[in-house]
């Protein structure tokens, strides 16, 4: 019950922001463990071919072999290829987990895991080139890409530590998760 809240209040902030003007999104994803993952996937691809949101890039929290080609065959079954992929890391410590390698099998794909950057290189990248305050990140899995990029410092992208590249950058983040207003239970996306 807690999960379905938690997707519904995600969602109707997510297109209650995108209705207003066309948004710039990153998306990061646990992509593969629930149906909430894929859904908000689909979803982003609809609006941002609708003109309604612009979708900078896909990051995946999970490490899982088949989630890069999982969400590489969305992004292509929705006519969006070139939507960049980030993921957290290119060794792999899930096993096939629930429903990426099933997509993977079932639609065409060309990227593997190892084929795209860090999530946290690929956000440091696409952050350094955006106006500043216009990013909005969503996400919908556990913070780790998050992490990586609040510690993350000075690089070839830019001379902006990863907080200060934040703080110029994004406009607001719209976060799945935790119980409210206070909550002793598990949060996967806290604790994952």
Not at 53 to 70: F, H, R, S
Not at 155 to 168: C, F, H, P, Q
Request: glycine share 6%; with cysteine.
């Amino acid at each position: 019950m807690i999960k379905k809240l938690a997707i519904t209040t995600v969602l109707t902030l997510l297109i209650t922001s995108i209705a207003s003007s066309q948004v710039k999104i990153i998306f990061d994803t646990d992509h593969g463990g629930d149906s909430d993952d894929l859904g908000a996937l689909v979803m982003l691809h609809n609006l941002h071919n609708r003109g309604e949101c612009e979708l900078l890039a896909v990051m995946a929290w999970t490490t899982e072999q088949y989630v890069i080609p999982a969400m590489d065959a969305v992004n292509r079954y929705y006519g969006n290829p070139d939507i960049p992929m980030g993921v957290r890391s290119h060794d792999s410590h899930f096993a096939d987990w629930n429903y990426n390698k099933p997509i993977a099998d079932a639609l065409p794909w060309k990227l593997k895991n190892t084929d795209v950057p860090l999530a946290v290189d690929l956000y440091r990248e696409i952050l350094s080139k955006q106006d500043d305050n216009s990013v909005r990140i969503v996400t919908v899995g556990p913070l780790a890409n998050i992490r990586d990029l609040l510690i993350s410092g000075p690089d070839r992208y830019s001379n902006l530590t990863g907080v200060e590249l934040i703080e110029k950058k994004v406009e607001k983040f719209v976060i799945m998760g935790g119980g409210f207003p206070e909550s002793q239970i598990y949060e996967w996306n806290f604790d994952g």
